[in-house]
């Protein structure tokens, strides 16, 4: 069995794009419809029912793709009430948060973990209820990174940049006091900085990648649903955002090896149905 239809992806803006890198190194074949919801953007700074609402209206516009499944990029959408969500859909719905407790469960040896993540990924506790709910004994120390993202869009995520490894280091310091041995880049973007994260947590500290797990996690559950792509070429790839198309293409290099140039296309918010649609071709 095969499934040649697209796997939908969206994220609040660009950190996604560091998931659909995962999934074309893991699933060459498979067409992915990524939509970045750029004119709305940060989500982590939010209320809980804005983003609900802001995620059914991602979703009902990749599903005008007939998706087989859908990848929820954004650490903030994620644990902003996914299960709520996956109850309403007839494809697979995964998020970053369950793939990435269970590679943090399996990866530490003290049972001391750590997360980062926006304001609100961190607030809404889920990492921690996925993380002691597969292993009950874990101790769980979360920082919020409120900065993290505005530097990494802003291409300040090199080693070697001051400011990103003064900031980095301020927000690590609580969860190396803590004695963590494992710490999960709870947020997309925060795989740009991974240099500069594992140079601060030092050799000892395990770091699991959100945006890696949810690939992988997404293989499993087409494999086991026997929804693989059957297509012996690459799959083909969209880019669909709710702001500037020129901002979305210049700033994707950073995020994903890809160029994007070309196949960035911008939909319009009708207003009146609450929904996004394709702007009329002229």
Request: proline share 6%; with cysteine; glycine share 10%.
């Amino acid at each position: 069995m095969s499934d040649d239809r697209a796997v939908g992806v969206f994220d609040s803006g660009l950190g996604g794009l560091t998931a659909v890198r995962e999934l074309t190194r893991l699933l060459p074949r498979e067409e992915i419809v990524y939509f970045g919801d750029t004119a709305r953007v940060p989500y982590g700074t939010r209320s809980r029912e804005t983003i609900l609402s802001y995620m059914r209206q991602d979703i009902a516009f990749l599903m005008t793709f007939d998706i087989k499944a859908l990848v929820v990029a954004c650490g903030t959408a994620s644990t902003a009430g996914l299960p709520l969500l996956e109850r309403d859909y007839d494809f697979p719905v995964v998020g970053v948060v369950e793939p990435a407790a269970r590679a943090a469960a399996a990866a530490t040896r003290s049972g001391r973990v750590g997360l980062i993540g926006t304001e609100a990924a961190v607030g809404s506790g889920a990492y921690e209820r996925a993380l002691r709910r597969i292993a009950p004994g874990l101790s769980v120390r979360a920082q919020s990174c409120p900065l993290l993202v505005p530097l990494v869009e802003n291409g300040r995520g090199r080693r070697g940049d001051r400011v990103a490894e003064l900031v980095v280091a301020e927000y690590l310091a609580p969860l190396q006091a803590g004695g963590i041995d494992t710490l999960i880049l709870g947020c997309t973007h925060y795989p740009l900085l991974r240099d500069i994260i594992a140079d601060a947590m030092g050799p000892g500290v395990v770091l699991i990648d959100a945006g890696r797990e949810v690939a992988r996690r997404l293989s499993e559950v087409l494999s086991e649903g026997g929804a693989l792509a059957g297509r012996a070429a690459p799959g083909p790839r969209r880019y669909f955002v709710s702001d500037s198309v020129e901002g979305f293409a210049r700033r994707a290099a950073l995020f994903c090896p890809e160029a994007v140039d070309g196949r960035v296309e911008k939909v319009e918010m009708d207003i009146a149905a609450g929904a996004f649609v394709l702007p009329p071709e002229t």
